[in-house]
């Protein structure tokens, strides 16, 4: 595996890959990686020839008074991790190399970022589109992996790809879970070992959602009221939204029917946490 | 010449070109032609081995009230034109191929976007970045050439570049004018004879301006002053603008030293018309 700490350098490396009629695979991520990331990082080398991985703690996707400073970070385990994994290129480029004086250029995506995670992150999406933007011009990747978990940030990346005539395919992988059911996240390391616990809520009240649909339950309303009835159980658990929405457009469903995306984000003690489900829900039970 | 009517077309021809080794020119055009276009279709054509032209339209790149829907046209004669000056793909994508349904995602550049053009077409750079950037992606040029006519869309453009890591050389050519000093413009045709007449006050004061400068004077007020004082000698003339500004950075100054910019916006009758000259004013006389 190579590290590659420059953007000029990550761009001359994939040049060369595709000059050498080589596919190349992107995974990109903030670091601190777990299970997750190697999910994704695994569904790249299947896929591609080459696979570049970028370690990169954005600023510009947080908001202020959000976790930027103390966000978890682990380099060298990360590089180990990417390693083993079968990572050929591990890009960690400097904030200054991918933001220098008089930066000032942003995607936006405004029909689908103010929703959701925008409302309490407006500025998030924003951030999310213009780095990944970057980092599909630096490394030209034929396909870019990304998270479930993230749902709508994949709807996001999803369309600007396709509105800016990119030639990226993106791959979205499920959801990885511990063992217990609560999706995998850098940010778990923040939950004290009772919030972990009151955390289990969020799997548990979509899975609650997802038997009630499986039983012919179209209606949003009634499958909000499971959700958050089951939220409302665990003192510990402040939710900010639940979404019943259309997988494809993230636009807000009055009844479920097609590929439907359950979203939610709560925080638990501080410590904000996201997860979701797709389920397919037909005319009839 | 190849006519292209649709990105998928216009992607796999460029595709095949950069597969053959060749390099490949950008000209982005709204059509109706004039010498200015062909100056700088004739800078791709002695730069690179292909060149292709667009001629779009671009509703994003009107504000509300403005000359969309009567913007001058002439596809037969843009066609000759180009096939002419040695442009060998004359790209002509439909507006629901460029917007399909959906569509959303914009690309800003609040820091200098606002200014000059930006304070009467609020919205106006940021249509200009976002199909500047699906052509890049398009057609995925090596280098794209621009006029300085549009002074504040190239510095826009390369800033754009620079922060989104693009590999296109941006190439901005000089403007091109009628014998009299009119910068060439599509909107020209807008003019009366009368108009047409007044016109030449915006080169005139600009170049008087330069004249200022050249004999030494270095203070933004006093040429502020006397471009004002040569555009007031016209009543059809409605001053919009004038601004003295780094030719790089777009940022005002109280004193001219370095590469300067100075630009101006004005009406003539109902016809917005721009121009602009780049001065060297060294530290001395």
Redo the contacts between chains.
Sequence with gaps: MEPVKT?DEM?KIARRVHGEGKTLGLVPTMGFLHEGHLSLIRRAVALCDCTAISVFVNPKQFVSGEDLDKYPADFERDRDMARDAGVDFFFFPGVRDMY?E???????????SKRMCGLSRPTHFQGV?TVV??LF??VRPDVAVFGQKDAQQSVVIK??V??????VKIDIMPIVREPDGLAMSSRNTYLSSEERASALCLYRSLEKARAAVEQGQRFTENILDIISHVLAEEQKVQTEYIVICDAG?LEELDALHGRVLIALAARVGKTRLIDNVIITAGNDK
Tied chains: 1, 2.
């Design positions: 953007i761009k220098p008089g930066f000032q250029t942003e995607v936006h995506l405004p029909g689908m589109a933007l970057k011009n630096i369309r600007m396709r509105d800016l005539d990119l030639d457009t």
